[in-house]
């Protein structure tokens, strides 16, 4: 099993990680990190202090401009739009003047009893007591969600430009072959927890919302800095809300949403805006989601201390139950064959082989796998520095999986009040055929005070794997890991492979134990 305790040591005080090569990270003093990062016109810094917070509540502005002369009728329709069966009941209850006494009654009744059913549920799925933007801070993969400059990130699967959304609720589009930044603003945009790219599509974004879905369609070739709110799609469900996952098919054909107060993982067809709920009895809600890369299956995450895989040919799913905790984050390998997990409370990655296994690697069949196979432990570890010992390791937040299956980024939560126990990002070399196997790469390192709090790895760099971060402090960089990818083959000056480059040094290997399916 792979552990930190073979990692290099982390990058002294005061020097950041700049890249990766000759199978080595390397760093730099702040100085020369800026030069490099000025020089790319995708590296951003977003001050906290230019960003206009929202000075009153949604619910406040919705009454100062409410319509008191609307009848019963377009209120319940607003109410059951807004609030799904229980704030139909309540706009029924509270409307005794306009409603037959028996229908009030029995409405007031109707909603007490649901109201200690849902006393029953929140001692059972304790979230459900949470406000909405705190359970989306709960059930986040941007660590310390709350307090983020930068809530979201996303780059497009087939160009150089991603989103960016911002803690005032406005997402901004960069294109560093355009000069126009276009600013996405919608009145229902609020609380953003999720932004995602349509596949195949050089328009459509999806949008994680409070309290709905919005699907933008920005024209690329469009000089305007702000398009309208006509340019959003909104979809919505009764009940399912926030919205605080999405991902799409890599058809681009279906995209999914899920919240922590809806049990049911809704598959929308936008261009329809038809939707079918897909209903599972237990877990208290579905947290987060991912749709592998060859479409076949979906990761539906849960609250509780287990979470769903479900195959996209017939819609049935696998139950799969956590000793400890909820399934914190995922990622699937290129090919979809495998998906690795954390739990919460736990300093361990698994895996699990949905296809059938190498020949001769009695691990998994066709049918999927009886059991998750622990393949890093990242517990906390003392690497000895000049600037004293630092422990590393411990609780994982997030992992990030890049698109050739050569690097992997796992966001180590740390102690942020102690300054020994840093928030770091561990990068693993790793392979997938002919089996899976993990390699230590090194610690990616910010300048200091900056902590890491969201990545997500370019979907087609070319030199290797670009690892974008975003930082505590506002700041977005980029750090590139330069390789020659071992799935792909590299042509010499006469037109013939050129002879493989080992992934590691031969006396590496020999003195250092991996996870490999061989041996596990």
Known sequence: MCSLALFPPPPPHGQTTLCESNNELLSGTITEDRLKQESSPLSLYFPRESLKLHSRTESSSKAAFLNHSETLWMRSATAWREGGFTGL???????????????????????????????????????????????????SQVLNWSDCVVRAFAWHPHTDKFAVALLDDSIKIYNPKSATTPTLKHRLQRNVAAVQWKPLCASALAVACQNCLLVWHVDPCSLSTRPSSGCAQVLSHPDHSPVNSIAWSPSGSLLVSASPMDTAMIVWDVASESCVPLQRVGGGGVTFLSWSPDGSHVLASTPSALFRVWETRMWTCERWPCAKGRCQSACWSPDGSRLLFTVLGESVIYALTLTDSPAGVPTSTSTGPQAAALVADLSETTFNTPDGDIIVGGEIQSLTWDPRGERLAVLLKGHPKAADRPTVIAVFKTRTHPFFELLPCGFVQGEPGAEPRLMQFHPNFKAGALLTVCWSTGKITHVPFYFLSAGIPHFGLNGSPSVPRPLEHSADLANQSLFTELIS
Request: aromatic share 8%; charged share 15%.
């Open 89 to 139: 009941l309540t706009e029924i209850t509270n409307s005794h003047a306009e409603v037959p006494k028996w229908l009030c009654v029995t409405s007031g009744c109707i909603l007490a009893l649901l109201r200690r059913v849902s006393s029953f549920q929140c001692s059972l799925f304790p979230h459900l007591t949470l406000t909405s933007e705190a359970m989306i801070a709960e059930f």
